[in-house]
């Protein structure tokens, strides 16, 4: 789900910037306040909701370290199937390897 987010927000900017080049610039740093924003609150309430689950590590490092590969193996399925279907939004993905903290 919090790769959908990033999608959802940049396939919106990529789309309207593609009439209007300039502005991405400027739309870009809202586009990802959005996404962190809606990414944050939804692994909060998430997280709230399974809590205490077997299947999420009682470790905090180990649980981001679980969810950061999660993420990452997400971003490379994405980053191969846009290389082959729509070449122009290989950036979504990109954007997603490169703002993990590896």
């Not at 959802?8 to 991405?24: H, K």
């Not at 306040?33 to 399974?50: G, I, K, N, P, V």
Request: proline share 7%.
């Amino acid at each position: 789900m919090i790769r959908s987010f990033s999608y959802a927000v940049y396939a919106g900017l990529l789309n309207f910037t593609a009439r209007r080049p300039p502005d991405f610039e400027k739309l870009e740093p809202w586009a990802y306040l959005w996404e962190t924003s809606t990414s944050a609150e939804f692994f909060r309430a998430y997280h709230r909701f399974a809590q205490g689950g077997e299947f999420l590590p009682s470790d905090p490092v180990a649980f981001r370290s679980l969810l950061e590969a999660y993420l990452l193996d997400k971003a490379l399925y994405e980053l191969r199937h846009e290389l082959n279907n729509r070449p122009s939004w290989v950036r979504i993905p990109l954007y997603g390897i490169l703002s993990l903290n590896l």
